[in-house]
């Protein structure tokens, strides 16, 4: 049974789920839709075109969906959405797409946003991820799955996190991070492979060729993409592929130590 406070702001137009529960002080916009069993706590405040999707927790003071803080953002339509089990502790801001980005900002399923942590217009993030508190992702930023972000840590506009990479606390990227890896550092760079995160959620076997890959790519001092493009022909793991393509698709650069190749 949906339970919504009378002290709460509920705008005509707005979609509410069943089983929805909006607390005190609570403000959701007209063109907000909730989905069924969402929780949304006190203070907290859904703002413009968003779409929340089934079992999330919205914490006190959260704000999702304000206007983009882009100064060329005049007022157009956009849209933010977000999945279902999504976990958004206090004082987190999200932030709609703009029109040079797609005019949407998209979150996957099942990610713990805790508190303070800012996801700027046209973010695009996964699912299964980690935001520790007070982490920052600027605008266009592009997360994987299963990726993890320590607290107090900002993150360039543009910039690519591959899947179960990770990311130090009080770390500062500005580079794309290959699939599986660890990064830290202010600037941040490769310090290894995130290993604990690759044994949760990777079989054994595939875990070798990934070890293999990253001292070929990243510790043998040879060509970056000269060396993924040669592993992509050669290697029948899927992981390593999926490496190889990250590394030759990169805009932004990876952030690694270059070695001298004294071979």
Request: glycine content about 10%; some cysteine.
């Amino acid at each position: 049974m949906t339970e919504i406070s009378p002290m709460a702001v509920i705008e005509d137009g707005a979609q509410i789920g069943e089983d929805v529960v909006i607390e005190p002080f609570a403000y959701v916009s007209a063109k907000a839709k909730i989905g069924d069993r969402t929780r949304i706590g006190q203070c907290a405040r859904i703002d413009g075109d968003t779409t929340i999707g089934e079992d999330c927790r919205i914490f006190s003071h959260a704000v999702v969906g304000s206007i983009p803080q882009d100064l060329k953002f005049h007022g157009e339509d956009v849209q933010l959405v977000i999945g279902d089990r999504n976990t958004i502790r206090e004082f987190t801001l999200i932030n709609p797409g703009t029109e040079g980005g797609g005019s949407i900002t998209r979150i996957g399923n099942d990610n713990l946003f805790m508190g303070y942590v800012h996801v700027a217009h046209d973010c695009i993030i996964g699912d299964y991820c980690i935001f520790a508190n007070a982490a920052t992702l600027a605008g266009h930023v592009e997360i994987g799955n299963g990726v993890v972000v320590g607290g107090l840590t900002p993150i360039h506009q543009f910039v690519k996190i591959g899947d179960l990479a990770m990311i130090a606390g009080a770390s500062a990227l500005s580079q794309d991070v290959p699939p599986f890896c660890l990064a830290e550092g202010n600037r941040a760079i490769l310090r290894g492979l995130n290993l604990t995160g690759m044994r949760r959620n990777l079989p054994r076997e595939a875990i070798d060729p990934i070890r293999t890959a990253y001292k070929e790519l990243f510790e043998r001092g040879k060509p970056l993409k000269e060396t993924a493009e040669a592993l992509l022909k050669t290697t029948e793991s899927e992981e390593v592929k999926k490496m190889c393509r990250f590394v030759l698709e990169t805009k932004r650069g990876i952030p690694f130590e270059r070695k001298i190749n004294d071979q």
